[in-house]
């Protein structure tokens, strides 16, 4: 396998290098190309030395008389040569030019005449990436199929602290593997996902809710897919696309949300529940809005219909996957759970850490079995967790369909 690695001009260029040599111990040929900004930080040699190849550093680099047509085409050979086109770090104004399609340097027009899979590894300062233009730039990529390895949360070199820092690069050559040796080890599955909070209302115009941002559901949709399986998603209120290849199903209520898992039930041969669905609703909802006054208001909520304990008695041969939002106690609630809602695993996620678990992009989390086993995952992007979160249910499917 032949995977060229754009470097751009960003603190982070040196983590490439670890990219690199990781790829090379993988047995993956790894071509360099670095813009101009990249060099201002690491020079060539780096990765000349890690590659054992030349590293690409200009448009019109060698030229002299004797040069050959192809040998100043070179844009087109590396094009036709390479499997997979990885850039990290990724800088804003590289996404911009991708994503606009200017070609004014040997990366930029590398990538128009590039035509497999490209992944993108952003990293920049807070502002930076938060700025509409970058993320209107990041959401035309998305759209085009690119794989964008999410940067991480935390302090960045220029003092911020926020999202902005390069993925792991275990996290980035991990990606690129799976790019280039899809599993679908979930093929012939049909998985049941629901994600996102849901909303019950309070009266025509307000509703009581949570901080669930849906991504750690729509991550576990989309890692599902690209592995094979048929994948519906349920999913509550969530300012997220659909994800490609995913059947979403958009609800609003824990109602609505039971309603359509029990329907998508029958079908389904694994159901992971990572919705964080409303305990309470309230039932004698007023037909017009509730008018401010100065006495106290005392409201009367009823338990909504439990979709988790329901689906773990209808269960059948199905694998059922909980997840348990807790802020103390996680394992004990995340065991409690387990043999309550009969779930064959629970993802124990401690939400009152900064950083990871509602509304961020990264999570950690405990996966913990029927046997008592308690599996920790490290820190890593909600996608990575995702992927983790399925590698050990197909170890549990693997083990049913043996002991059958
Ligand atoms: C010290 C320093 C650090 C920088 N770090 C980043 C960064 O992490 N991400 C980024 O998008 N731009 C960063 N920049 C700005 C880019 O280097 C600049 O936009 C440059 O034009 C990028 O060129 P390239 O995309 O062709 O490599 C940094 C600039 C300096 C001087």
């Given at each position: ?196 909070p849901t909303q019950e209302p309070l009266d025509p115009v307000r509703y009581v809710s949570n901080r669930s941002s849906g991504k750690m559901g729509f991550s ?185």
């Amino acid at each position: 396998m032949r995977v060229v690695l754009g470097i751009t001009g960003g603190i982070a260029a040196y983590k490439a290098a670890e990219v690199a040599r990781s790829l090379m111990e993988r047995g993956v040929a790894v071509q360099a190309v670095m813009t101009a900004g990249a060099q201002e930080f690491v020079r060539p040699l780096t990765f000349a030395a890690l590659t054992g190849r030349k590293v690409i550093t200009d448009m019109f680099g060698s030229g002299g008389a004797d040069e050959t047509l192809a040998s100043s085409v070179e844009h087109i050979r590396v094009a036709q040569e390479n499997d997979l086109l990885l850039v990290a770090p990724a800088t804003a104004d590289v996404l911009a030019k991708f994503a606009h399609g200017l070609a004014d340097d040997f990366l930029s027009t590398l990538y128009l005449a590039f035509t497999g899979p490209v992944a993108i590894a952003p990293a920049m300062n807070t502002n930076m990436w938060r700025h509409p233009a970058t993320q209107a730039n990041l959401e035309i990529l998305r759209k085009r199929g690119h794989v964008i390895v999410d940067p991480g949360d935390g302090l960045l070199a220029c003092g911020t602290s926020g999202p902005g820092r390069l993925a792991e690069p275990e996290a980035i050559v991990a990606v690129v593997d799976q790019m280039l040796h899809p599993r679908r080890d979930l093929e012939g599955e049909t998985i049941l996902i629901t994600a996102g909070p849901t909303q019950e209302p309070l009266d025509p115009v307000r509703y009581v809710s949570n901080r669930s941002s849906g991504k750690m559901g729509f991550s576990l949709a989309e890692a599902a897919a690209a592995r094979g399986a048929q994948v519906v998603l349920v999913s509550g209120p969530v300012h997220l696309e659909d994800p490609v290849g995913v059947s979403v199903e958009r609800v609003r209520t824990a109602r609505e949300m039971y309603d359509a898992v029990m329907a998508h039930l029958p079908e389904s041969t694994i159901i992971v529940k990572s919705a964080a669905v409303a305990d309470y609703y309230r039932a004698d909802l007023p037909k017009q809005k509730v008018k401010k006054t100065a006495t106290l208001l005392s409201l009367e909520l009823q338990p909504t219909p439990d979709i988790l304990a329901e689906a773990g008695r209808r269960k059948g041969d199905r694998l059922l996957v909980g997840f348990a939002a807790e802020t103390e106690n996680l394992l004990e609630e995340a065991r409690r759970k387990m043999t309550t809602k009969n779930c064959d695993m629970v993802v124990a996620n401690l939400v009152s850490q900064a950083g990871i678990g509602f509304e961020t992009d990264e999570n950690e989390v405990t996966l913990v079995l029927r046997s008592g086993e308690a599996i920790p995952l490290k820190r890593a992007s909600k996608r990575h967790i995702a992927d983790q979160i399925f590698d050990q249910i197909a170890k549990l499917r693997l083990a049913a369909h043996a002991s059958r």
